[in-house]
């Protein structure tokens, strides 16, 4: 979880898990309704630019998204079934609530620890497997329209208010129904 003007990467015990309902077209179109619940925490300590602030959290970020999927390459309907490459976006809710375990940074700072927000989550997944089960790697950055995942929003005029949410995750999934056009 970082903002625009955030250098540091710090990975700490951050974790999350989803599960999802997609649909794919013959087009090689298709949508996934999906429900994300994350643990994540960061801190101040090494950032060039905001080290002297000291401030450290931990949040717990609940998200209901939909997507739309758009496979470049492969997808249940093509000769090349067993490798699938698409790229998705979409639209979704994101629900958030923080702590501050560190150094309060002062001043200018407005400290808010839950927050709605509605988000746009975009990325891309490569998979691989049969016609039943597949296994891949998707990376996916989520957009939120606030600056509260983290339960701070710095006052200042260079704070563009919004936080982005990175993971990249590897992704199961299992196919429940095929019509009758699916080989």
């Not at 970082?2 to 999350?16: Q, R, V, Y």
């Not at 599960?19 to 994300?36: C, K, N, P, T």
């Not at 090494?46 to 998204?65: E, Q, W």
Request: charged content about 15%; glycine content about 10%; hydrophobic content about 30%.
């Amino acid at each position: 979880v970082c903002g625009p003007t955030s250098k540091a990467i710090n990975l700490g015990k951050n974790n999350m898990a989803s599960i999802g309902l997609s649909r794919v077209f013959r087009d090689g179109l298709g949508y996934e309704l999906s429900f994300m619940y994350g643990q994540y925490d960061g801190s101040d300590v090494g950032s060039p630019t905001l080290n002297n602030r000291g401030y450290s959290y931990d949040s717990k970020i609940s998200d209901v998204s939909l997507t739309a999927e758009c496979y470049l390459f492969g997808g249940p309907y093509s000769r090349h079934k067993f490798q699938t490459f698409y790229i998705l976006a979409g639209i979704g809710m994101m629900y958030s609530h923080s702590n501050s375990n560190g150094k309060i940074p002062v001043p200018y700072s407005i400290y808010k620890n839950s927050s709605f927000s509605p988000e746009i989550p975009i990325g891309a997944c490569y998979m691989i497997g049969g016609r039943i089960i597949q296994v891949g790697v998707e990376a996916m950055e989520h957009y939120a329209f606030t600056d509260y995942l983290d339960g701070v929003k710095p006052y200042t005029p260079s704070n563009k208010a919004n936080d982005l949410l990175a993971h990249f995750a590897l992704k199961l999934r299992i196919r429940l129904y095929q019509d009758n056009e699916y080989e």
